[in-house]
């Protein structure tokens, strides 16, 4: 049986928004210094599995189920960034506190890395866009593409 084109749409979107997503995590944390806090890595971790999750649907069947999961993968990034964007903006307080993430240079100790380490807050926004917050912006990005896959999932099963 060969895939609708409702079904290739979807596997693309699950695998390339993620993937997007996290790029521009690791070049806004490298290329601009905007380091994560712990809720911000919180996000990051759904979209590593969603990338896997979405590998798989190109590589073994049952496709459907692993695009599925895969977009569930997005979609709890995007509702952990949701409450992250809430934490940012003061409508609720967040349930962790703020993280240093220290990373080991060329030749320096890990007490040097942990001494040197930035103290990220979880309640601030370091960057924002129109008022929106990289945490604002996995919201709205990552709910309407999981909301998109499991539409595009949804056509591929009344096809």
Known sequence: MTDTPHLRLAQRVALIVPAALLVGAYISQ????????????????PHFAAVALALLAFLTP???????????????????????A?????????ITSCAAIPHT???????DAIMEAPVVRCDEAPWS??????????????????????N????????
């Open 152 to 159: 595009q999932l949804r056509k591929d099963g009344a096809a």
């Open 105 to 111: 240079g060329e030749g320096q100790s890990a007490l």
């Open 62 to 84: 049952p496709k459907k189920l692993w695009v599925a999961l895969a977009a569930g993968g997005i979609l709890t990034s995007g509702l952990i960034g949701g409450f992250h």
């Open 30 to 45: 490298y290329g601009f210094d905007l380091y994560p806090c712990e809720m911000c890595w919180w996000q990051r971790w």
């Open 86 to 94: 809430g934490v940012e903006y003061g409508w609720w307080e967040g």
């Open 129 to 150: 866009l129109l008022g929106i917050s990289l945490a604002g912006f996995n919201f709205l990005i990552s709910v309407a593409a999981s909301l998109f896959v499991f």
